[in-house]
């Protein structure tokens, strides 16, 4: 199920740390939308209304309506910048699409099947190598996430990033470029070492003290 983000904004003309200061002061983010053959526009929006997008996953990966002014723009967040101590974005970038124009996009990657992935279950650990892939596509074919099917894994099976299923018109970013010399894993399942392994080890290496018996003395030991 798609979300449908909606971010309410008003125009705004003047620029400068004041004026984004003021605007901050005021509850709101400052922002600009440039691209898609059209002159940048600067803007607000409400800083409570963003966070509540800024919660969803999707939000990030995924075609939004800006209105601006009352006027609907489609675009993506290109960049946000968050205060570096405190729980505030200080501005977002926005890029306009176009629908018959391909687009470059970070996509989450969701790892589906590990309740049920026969080397997670025999005691195995699923090891993630990435979170994330570079994809370019049309807007409309735009995932919210790539799905990577780790349901029949076993103990030491690796999926490469040449094995994961990209969803219909959707290119991965230097796919040309892998070969069996480069091609980054992606999940494997291993069997962590330590924990009870090393307890036991332990346990055997540790020399074993022997009890004096009554009378006995230490090695130099004078009656």
Do not use: W
């Not at 992935?117 to 090891?127: D, E, F, R």
């Not at 990435?130 to 790539?146: A, G, R, T």
Request: aromatic share 4%.
């Amino acid at each position: 199920m798609q979300e449908n983000f909606e971010i309410i904004a008003v125009s705004r003309s003047d620029q400068g740390k004041g004026a984004s200061r003021r605007l901050r002061r005021e509850g709101m983010v400052p922002g600009i939308i440039y691209g898609g053959g059209k002159d940048p526009e600067m803007f607000a929006t409400k800083h409570n209304e963003l966070i509540q997008h800024l919660d969803h996953e999707a939000f990030y990966s995924h075609i939004l309506t800006v209105q601006l002014d009352g006027r609907p723009q489609q675009v993506v967040l290109r960049d946000l910048q968050r205060h570096p101590s405190k729980p505030f974005v200080q501005h977002v970038d926005l890029m306009r699409v176009r629908m018959d124009e391909e687009i470059r996009m970070t996509v989450p990657l969701h790892f589906e099947g590990e309740e049920r992935c026969p080397g997670v279950k025999t005691g195995g650990t699923l090891l993630r190598g990435m979170s994330d892939l570079e994809v370019e596509c049309l807007p409309k074919d735009l995932p919210e996430y790539i799905a990577v099917d780790v349901s029949d894994m076993q103990i030491d099976d690796v999926i490469h990033l040449s094995e994961v299923k990209m969803p219909a018109g959707v290119t991965l970013v230097g796919a040309e470029q892998l070969d069996e010399d480069n091609d980054p894993m992606v999940v494997t399942i291993e069997v962590m070492r330590g924990g009870v392994e090393e307890e036991e080890a332990s346990e055997e290496a540790a020399p074993v003290e022997v009890p004096k018996t009554k009378g006995e003395q230490e090695p130099g030991q004078k009656d």
